[in-house]
């Protein structure tokens, strides 16, 4: 079963196209979205397992330059 997992992203101004570019290239990256309100990109993930979720999120995403803050937000099926 795949975790799947949506995250907020909050980034400098004038950077989230970048940021939403670069997201789009990282393994594990179903989509990546500029949208308006408190965040500026929401991307949505795939991963195997929590664990890789979480590898992928801290390693890859928060990696990307112009990123200042994220909240990840896994999907439960209730």
């Not at 179903?30 to 991307?43: K, Q």
């Amino acid at each position: 079963m795949t975790v799947r997992a949506y995250v907020l992203i909050q980034t400098e101004v004038g950077k989230a196209v970048s940021v939403a570019e670069e997201a789009r290239t990282i393994e594990g990256v179903v989509s990546a979205d500029d949208v308006t309100g408190p965040y500026d990109v929401i991307v949505q993930t795939e991963a195997p397992t929590m664990d890789d979720l979480g590898k992928m999120i801290v390693s890859k995403i928060q990696a990307v330059d112009g990123i200042t803050r994220t909240l990840t937000c896994p999907v439960v099926n209730l």
